[in-house]
């Protein structure tokens, strides 16, 4: 897409300078029954604070599953949020909460939650976590939800799905998760009936996106019809 670059787990819409990232699910620490939960907080605002430094968005736009928990925010989750939500306001980003189909307590975290988010005009991009079709028109869409990873020589890495006019002609960029421990779904060999989300359906035509950190490329594969043949 136009005007996005991307980064591992995060995509940067160029103008108006706005970060993206999706399916924190803070607290799954909290409920995976580990007693002594070590490190979520520290891993996600440390690698929310290198895209912070690196681009100077002036806003940041999670887009839904903050949470991981239904129903609840332990105290724990509330101190993982707020620390995000302060990382932002250090640097002067304003942070933009989107409602995922996990938050449902989101609105106790005391931000405004959205359930779309208008991030330019020109073209329309709205962001949306993607397990609901969206009530608002864009030109294009960056959602999350479905954790999209790729499996390349045996080794499993997230990716983003660029689907071109996959939902009523507009694009789709599904971000992967910006947790590192959620599960999602490996695209080498999905249908669109694997996906979740409504606005991605079809799979075929989308073309995977992988940030190689050690290039510092984002690589974009042909789409997954003709790309898994390689696989």
Known sequence: MDGIEFRTRAAFVEDPATLVVADLHAGRADASGVAFPIGE?????????????????????FAGDVLHQYGTVTKRSRGTVSALADACRTVRATPVFVRGNHDT????IGEEVHE???????????VCHGHETPAIDAERYLVGHDHPAITIEGRKRPCFLDAPDAFQQAD???LPAFSRVASGVVVNNARGS??????LTQVGDARPIVYDDGSGEALTFPPLDSFRRLL
């Open 172 to 174: 789709v960029l599904m």
């Open 41 to 61: 907080r520290r891993d996600l605002t440390e690698r929310l604070q290198s895209l912070l430094d690196e681009f100077e968005p002036e806003t940041v736009v």
């Open 105 to 108: 307590a989101l609105d106790t």
């Open 194 to 199: 694997d996906l979740q989300s409504p606005l």
């Open 116 to 126: 779309t988010f208008v991030v330019s005009d020109d073209p329309r991009t709205v």
